[in-house]
């Protein structure tokens, strides 16, 4: 599970993007939001890290109903 940064404004480079916003990504993660979206059950196997960003991801998954949910893993970070 990884986040994406999308540029907030298009048609410029990402050196001239004025500012981002985070969008929980991964091809993994996706799939299991997506699942359970349409009725299924689903897991989500994989390693978070200790910081803001992991919690934040593991927030998404629960709200979005994954049945499985890694809790952040110190010493690591995203």
């Given at each position: 599970?990884?986040?994406?940064?999308?540029p907030t404004?298009?048609?410029?480079?990402?050196?001239?993007?004025?500012?981002?916003?985070?969008?929980?990504?991964?091809?993994?993660?996706?799939?299991?939001?997506?699942?359970?979206?349409?009725?299924?059950?689903?897991?989500?196997?994989?390693?978070?890290?200790?910081?803001?960003?992991?919690?934040?991801?593991?927030?998404?998954?629960?709200?979005?109903?994954?049945?499985?949910?890694?809790?952040?893993?110190?010493?690591?970070?995203?």
């Open positions: 599970m990884l986040i994406d940064f999308v404004e298009s048609g410029v480079s990402l050196a001239e993007a004025p500012g981002f916003l985070k969008a929980p990504g991964g091809t993994p993660a996706i799939v299991a939001i997506a699942v359970s979206r349409l009725g299924g059950r689903s897991a989500f196997v994989g390693k978070l890290g200790d910081d803001e960003f992991g919690h934040m991801l593991a927030g998404i998954l629960r709200i979005r109903g994954s049945t499985s949910i890694p809790e952040p893993e110190p010493p690591w970070r995203s």
